[in-house]
């Protein structure tokens, strides 16, 4: 008893260390926008981020629910066994989180997290120890259809948005009122956050609990220390800010104005809120690069760099399965080895994380630099001064040019009347001048 309780507290500081990666990392989702466009000064941002995120992570407990009660049928698996899986699968999730990191590659900490305790469980228990009817409806169809309907809703509301106020186009961009707009939607993206990212560490630890008999399985909502431990960990993680990560989606995938990121926050927001009331544990970092691109495809004249879109979608499709594996590894030999093995990975972790750490250290990415590839990512964009016209001001141009070409005409045929005036007279006083001289003679 007195091992599993040492491993119940090993699990439970574990899956706090993974709720503050969770944190840093998925800072860019709420705040890499109104950065880039000027609305927010970056740790001003980061720092609403946190706050909304702490909130955020009191007001809905369906997201932990899933994670404790949906993915993994922990009523058959034995305390000694399961334990240890979970502390396994938090290795490999870690791991993953802290690698994409180090590359400012905006991946999955979601993701990270379930194929860390899927491939840990897979090796501890097998396949019977997975609900992948739950999977299916909870994780892989939410992950599909998410950032595309985010996408979509984003590629509307910029069209909208600049299509209302198309008046303005004269002026550069035309549309600053929207970084007001864009301080209330990225709080709620950071809101929203808090209501979906901080439940999957409560559900992790509220299955440990359940898993050695110190919370009854009847009972579905997280204690209330749980919710606060988490909540406060999500928060510091996320004030400490992800800058490699917000560099990346910020600039990375197109020139955001501030009428895209508008319409790019309101849709995230939207649809992790609405995700979050029916339990679906969605990746934020992959809603929030979908609204990106919808609000960038929505923009006249605006760019798409489709490579960097292809290599954040890399990092999605490997981020289940390479913390999978990770996790695996972690639980394979945490089997072998027992409480040596546990031990071991422990060690393994601890090394890799410092490791990782010390590499970033290398070439750092602070608010003071983080910034400045967005201030000049129109340099390394191909997009226009002023966006392409629209019909309304083709029509407006078409006009004034034939207005202008008719006026030109009007000129030109008086200007012709006065010339041949002109020659009739010459003509006649050539005449009469002949007529006289006839005359004489």
């Given at each position: ?23 840093f ?33 009191f ?10 009660h ?73 992950a599909?259809?998410?950032?595309v ?17 198309r ?8 549309r ?13 993206v ?90 679906f ?115 407006i ?45």
């Amino acid at each position: 008893m007195e091992t599993a309780a040492l491993l119940v507290v090993l699990v439970i500081l574990l899956a706090l260390f993974f709720d503050f990666t969770n944190g840093f990392h998925d800072t860019a989702n709420a705040m890499a926008t109104p950065i880039a466009t000027g609305a927010l000064k970056p740790k001003t941002a980061v720092l609403l981020a946190a706050v909304l995120n702490l909130v955020g992570a009191f007001l809905s407990t369906e997201v932990s629910k899933t994670v404790s009660h949906g993915i993994i049928h922990e009523d058959g698996i034995q305390a000694a066994v399961f334990l240890p899986m979970i502390f396994a699968g938090l290795i490999g999730a870690i791991t993953w989180n802290m690698l994409t990191w180090l590359l400012g590659l905006p991946s999955s900490s979601s993701h990270a997290l379930f194929g860390g305790l899927i491939g840990a469980t897979l090796v501890g228990v097998g396949v019977q120890g997975i609900d992948f009817g739950m999977v299916l409806s909870k994780i892989i169809l939410p992950a599909l259809i998410a950032p595309v309907t985010a996408g979509i809703i984003a590629f509307v509301a910029t069209k909208a948005a600049y299509s209302i106020t198309r008046r303005y186009d004269g002026k550069p961009d035309g549309r600053d009122g929207f970084r007001w707009g864009q301080i209330f939607t990225s709080s709620l993206v950071a809101l929203a956050h808090g209501t979906n990212d901080a439940q999957k560490t409560m559900g992790v630890i509220t299955l440990a609990l359940i898993t050695v008999g110190w919370q009854n399985a009847d009972q579905a909502d997280p204690y209330l220390w749980v919710i606060i431990a988490c909540a406060v960990t999500i928060a510091l993680g996320t004030y400490l800010g992800g800058w490699r990560i917000i560099r990346t989606l910020g600039k990375g995938l197109t020139d955001v104005k501030p009428a895209q990121g508008f319409s790019a926050e309101s849709a995230t927001a939207a649809t992790i809120l609405a995700s979050s009331a029916f339990g679906f544990a969605l990746s934020t970092t992959q809603v929030a690069s979908g609204s990106v691109i919808g609000s960038g495809l929505g923009r006249r004249g605006s760019t798409v760099r489709w490579r960097t879109a292809g290599r954040i979608a890399i990092g999605w499709l490997l981020t289940l399965p390479a913390a999978g594996a990770v996790g695996a590894l972690a639980a394979l030999i945490a089997l072998w080895l027992g409480g040596w093995g546990i031990a071991i990975d422990a060690v393994l972790a601890l090394a890799v994380i410092i490791g990782l750490f010390l590499r970033s250290r290398r070439d750092a990415v602070t608010p003071a630099n983080a910034m400045s590839d967005v201030a000049e990512s129109g340099l390394a964009i191909d997009l226009p001064d002023a966006p392409p016209p629209t019909r309304r001001q083709q029509r407006i141009e078409q006009a004034k040019a034939e207005a202008k070409a008719r006026k030109q005409a009007k000129a030109d045929a008086r200007a012709q009347g006065k010339n041949g005036t002109r020659t009739k007279s010459t003509t006649a006083v050539r005449d009469e001048a002949s007529t006289e001289k006839g005359t004489g003679e």
